[in-house]
Nanobody, 121 residues
Framework: QVQLVESGGGLVQPGGSLRLSCAAS????????MGWYRQAPGKQREMVAT???????NYADSVKGRFTISRDNAKNTVYLQMNSLKPEDTAVYSC???????????????WGQGTQVTVSS
């Protein structure tokens, strides 16, 4: 079983910062890509940022220059540093990991439970 546990959400004023963390635990062979996604009320889930196990990153246009994704492979943890937050960043943020549980198995997607980020004055 693979578990992803997120932390770091909360309420912040516009222009403020938050750092999200997501740690993977359980029994697995390797973790490939990791990423953060978000879903605002009444909207579809969207990709925020992804990072490969080699450190290559990809960002949604709406967060470029404000958010930074990083990972610590030794700790099986992915981070999202969010700066200059805007009210439109309000959403439930979920982490994703593409995990290979066995060396010969194909990688599968696992999701965290989500953490609420609210940007409001």
């Amino acid at each position: 079983q693979v578990q992803l546990v997120e932390s770091g959400g909360g309420l912040v004023q516009p222009g403020g910062s938050l750092r999200l963390s997501c740690a993977a635990s359980g029994s697995f062979f390797s973790i490939n890509d990791m990423g953060w996604y978000r879903q605002a009320p009444g909207k579809q889930r969207e990709m925020v940022a992804t990072i490969t196990n080699e450190g290559s990153t990809n960002y949604a246009d709406s967060v470029k220059g404000r958010f930074t994704i990083s990972r610590d492979n030794a700790k099986n943890t992915v981070y999202l540093q969010m700066n200059s937050l805007k009210p439109e960043d309000t959403a439930v943020y979920s982490c994703n990991a593409r995990v290979r549980r066995l060396a010969w198995a194909r990688a599968l997607d696992y999701w965290g439970q989500g953490t609420q980020v609210t940007v409001s004055s």
